[in-house]
């Protein structure tokens, strides 16, 4: 028969330290020198040590998992959330549980009693576009991550700054014709955004021709191949989805980018940069946002907070070809 696993006081006595060194330097936590703290963690390796976390459970009345909850893993983005979660989870010695909404606000609603159901100490939701989360009928700390105008929000980017960036950058490329794919219409990230291109817009005295619809990348495909471009000389996606999705259907009907048409979206996903040209975009800081979520979940901080947000300038934008003209003397 295996041998009984090593326990955290198995490791303590092994090292000549305290269980409570153990534990700090297992979980990242207390004053220990990194010497130290290298030495418990290797010797945890090499023992395949793994928390008991159903003792603690016992122990402690709390289960150390926090559920979170997307809207859609069907979205490229919140997959790529769920990992960053998962990164802060795992240096508080937390396990997570995840939940789907399916895009609905009943898939939400039962995802949330699902979790509270499985014993979890908290949870970090990302609202179903259109929902509202009421915090104080769920029974466990929340946090919420969406944007900074949801009543009751835990962490947001700062969605309206990004907007404003990508709209100066077009500008100062010389960008006045711009067709602006907002997205939906019920969504207040979506809205966000665009309202941040168009406040900056608006003081240029440029109008865009403004196009809601779903978020994604067939979408965005469908748009590219059959919108009119005439006077078009560039193109705002508030989302990455989106953006690359009208690259690749202006492709098939053999425009241009960034020499017929410039290109940008938002959320500098994994897509934004295999695409061709890659993608100018605005990227999020997902690791902050998921530690201040799950910081707030677990007790350790208090209050909101809006990170910023960073301009990714890549080859999908240029200045509109008269500019061009104009800087080569005019056109032949």
């Known amino acids: 028969m295996p041998g009984k696993p090593p326990s955290m006081l198995d490791l303590a006595r092994r090292l000549g330290v305290s269980r409570a060194t153990v ?7 207390g004053r220990l020198s990194p010497e130290l703290a290298g030495r418990i963690r290797a010797l945890a390796a090499e023992l ?3 928390p008991a976390h159903a003792g603690r459970a016992l ?3 709390r289960s150390a998992t926090i559920g979170l909850i997307v809207p859609d893993f069907g979205q490229p983005l919140f997959p790529i959330f769920a990992q960053a979660i998962e990164r ?5 010695g937390v396990a997570v549980l995840v939940g789907d909404s399916l895009g609905t606000a009943d ?3 039962a995802e949330i009693a699902n979790l509270v159901g499985r014993g979890i100490d908290a949870l970090v939701i990302i609202p179903t576009r259109g929902t509202m989360v009421d915090a104080a009928a769920i029974p466990v700390p929340v946090a919420v991550i969406d944007s900074a105008a949801t009543r009751g929000n835990t962490a947001a980017s700062n969605h309206r700054d990004g907007g404003r960036q990508v709209a100066r950058h077009l500008i100062e490329l010389g960008h006045r014709d711009i067709l602006l794919l907002a997205g939906p219409k019920d969504s207040k990230v979506s809205r966000e955004r ?3 291109m168009r406040e900056v817009f608006a003081r240029a005295g440029i109008t865009p021709r403004i196009r ?3 978020t994604s990348f067939e979408m965005g495909a469908e748009i590219g191949a059959e919108v009119d471009l005439a006077g078009v000389t560039a193109c705002a996606a508030a989302y990455d989805a989106l953006a690359v999705g009208f690259v690749t259907g202006l ?3 053999g425009v241009r980018v960034p020499q017929d048409v410039s290109v940008t979206g938002f959320d500098d996903l994994m897509w934004a940069r295999i695409v061709s040209p890659p993608l100018t975009t605005v990227r999020q800081d997902l690791a902050a946002i998921a530690d201040h979520a799950l910081a707030v979940a677990t007790g350790e901080r208090q209050g909101a907070r809006v990170f910023p947000v960073e301009l990714v300038l890549r080859a999908s934008t240029a200045a509109p070809r008269h500019v061009n003209d104009n800087r080569r003397g005019g056109a032949s």
């Open 107 to 109: 898939g939400q609603a």
């Open 212 to 214: 809601h619809s779903v």
């Open 251 to 253: 492709a098939a009907r």
């Open 194 to 196: 665009t309202d941040g």
């Open 88 to 92: 802060a989870a795992k240096s508080r």
């Open 23 to 29: 534990s700090n330097a297992l979980r990242g936590k």
């Open 59 to 61: 122990r402690t009345g």
């Open 48 to 50: 395949r040590y793994v």
